[in-house]
């Protein structure tokens, strides 16, 4: 890599902005930021490790997995936080909109203990190219809370003493002001909310006031450096190599995005189109995993948002499907301003799992979590798992000193079964660590694990699952335990194949050993998607050879090919697992004993569990990836190019 001191850099902002220059595609710069001593530099990724990672996630593991150190504390200095785009991000000819507004967020995780990593759409993404740099890596740790402006390539280090303690609507606000850019079209702020200030495992990174890349704690990594915000602002133009080439490409993948009935659902109901959907096939978690349905799942559906609170539909930049809600509750005990979602996750995680079934309660939640800096959908689980704690310890069912320590720290909070507005007091106390939220911010494992009851969590390597039931959905069984960064169904949505039939329709009770390659096919291509850095909603449309013209076309790697992108992304999923083979922990594969054991008493699973699923795919798997209880095989990563990473597994 070629590295540039960017205080030895002659900047002249002003003309920079008169003469905006054109960023040639295969120049990925990353810029960085030394917290210690507040400076920076610049380095520029070379062409042969970006062919073979691409960008955003895949670069972000590579380079995590040389960088930070084995066993080093998520919460320590040794450790960094990657925020990267990819080849695609913010490129556009004319009218394109290829869902290319994105960017990702690597680092240790301090939720999971391996590598950690988050994706999220907005503005925060392009406007970081646009300012000069398609990459930040933040080493160190501030001695005092900072902000950070990057304006034109020039980075400036800005007193966030000001802002802590403080909200992300508000951080973002005065962030504006302070810049003198208060049109939100102008620039992009990434911050962190109190929850990442005070350390909690499950913070997230929310940019332009709303947009979260929320799972696996990394906020809490930016809290740890003493960094507030990020505000990014340029006039730097990112063009393809060859631009009637990548027109092309695009006209092409935008007409099979909008002919397919999902884009236009989504269009039109949001994510939460799926509330009533994953309801009837009875795989909405409900009560904290122990039912399938929720007799409320049309109350907190996006037919009923769409009907009662929905003032229109956003997208992120670059953005044709406009999946985002922006909602509004105007009077009454859950007021709530002009604001984002909820999305088909926050709306399950913290609806049907603690069983509330009032959409305007949810919308004050949501917009709670997204201003306190919280993952919505690991809080949901920790608070279901807290409400089935609190009967437990009402009923006897709790080790009698940690019920009593367990009441006494709520104090006058009532965790039942539905009781809203005791979420709502939860969400202040997660975020500032204030008695119960102490152990709330700690993630579901370890809180449960405190009160004596380990089981009532369920999640995968510390990672809370998302809102499919495996018992109901049995490729998700899959899916869950062998994600690389806990539980998730980002990694692969089995979902697509099981209850949309994308690319095919399976049948989700039935045990079918095809699932477990669509499973894969699906990390693969997912993990490529993540690095380009491009909107997974689009390949419902799409598939890999979609991508090839247009990688090609911003590249000018003519000879890329379809199969070259899945080995890309294949690669990319070694090298993840070896991040947690080396840490010694993360790499083996398993589902909750809820899952495995409880069988679901409603619905058409009633009865299932994910157990025999389980058993009969992972063995498969392992086969198709060419791995053994869970670590790469040496004769797969030589098969990868992954040599300089052998020891790990010799």
Known sequence: MIVIDCGEKDRNTSAARRNPPVQPSLEFKLLRVNLWSQKAREERVDEKTLRRFLGGRGLGAYL????????????????????????????????????NGRYHAVGKSPLTGILGDSNAGGKFGPWLRFSGYDGIVLEGVSEEPVWISIVDGEVEFHDARPL????????????????????????????????????????ALI??????????????????KRVKAIFAYGSRKIEPVDPQGFLKAAKKFMEKVEANPV???LRKYGTAVLVNIINEHGALPTKNWTRGTFEKAYEIS????????????????????????????????????????????????????????????????NYLLNDMG?????????????????????????????????????????????????????????????????YLAEGTARFTEAFGSPDSAVHVRGLELPAYDPRAINGMALAYATSNRGGCHLRAYAVSFEVLGIPKKTDPLKIDLEKVQLVKFQQDFFAAIDSMVVCKFYTFSTGPEDYVPLIRAATGWEDFTAEELLTIGERIYNVERLFAVREGQGYRDYLPKRLLEQPLPDGPARGKTAKEALEAYLPEYYKLRGWEDGKPLPETLQRLGLNEFLYIVS
Do not use: H
Not at 89 to 94: I, P, S
Not at 428 to 434: L, P, Q
């Open 164 to 203: 802590w303690g403080k909200g992300v609507v508000y951080t973002e606000k005065r962030i504006r002001e302070f810049m003198k850019m208060e049109d939100t079209s102008q620039g992009s702020v990434l911050a962190i909310g109190p929850a990442g200030e005070n350390l909690a495992r499950i913070a």
């Open 64 to 99: 995590a997995l040389r960088e930070i150190p084995r066993g080093a504390d998520p919460l320590g200095p040794d450790n960094r936080l990657y925020i990267l785009t990819g080849p695609l991000t913010g490129m556009a000819v004319g009218d394109t909109r290829i869902g």
């Open 374 to 438: 919280i993952d919505t959908i690991s809080f949901g689980n920790a608070v279901a798992a807290l409400m089935e704690l609190y009967e437990k310890a009402l009923n006897g069912a709790l080790p009698k000193d940690k019920a009593e320590k367990l009441l006494s720290l709520l104090g006058d909070i009532k965790p039942t079964w539905g009781n809203a507005d005791a979420v709502i007091e939860l969400v202040w106390r997660t975020a500032y660590r204030d008695g119960i939220g102490d």
């Open 302 to 365: 996006g037919e009923y948002m769409a009907e009662k609170y929905l003032k229109k539909n956003s997208g992120c930049w670059g953005c044709m499907i406009r999946c985002s809600r922006i909602t509004e509750v105007k009077e009454g005990p859950y007021y709530t301003p002009v604001g984002k979602g909820p999305e088909y996750e926050t709306i399950w995680a913290n609806g049907a799992n603690p069983m509330i079934g009032n959409m305007e309660a949810l919308i004050k939640i």
């Open 263 to 265: 884009s236009q659902g």
């Open 207 to 224: 940019n332009d006031s709303r947009r979260a890349a929320g799972r696996t704690g990394l906020g809490a990594v930016m809290g740890s």
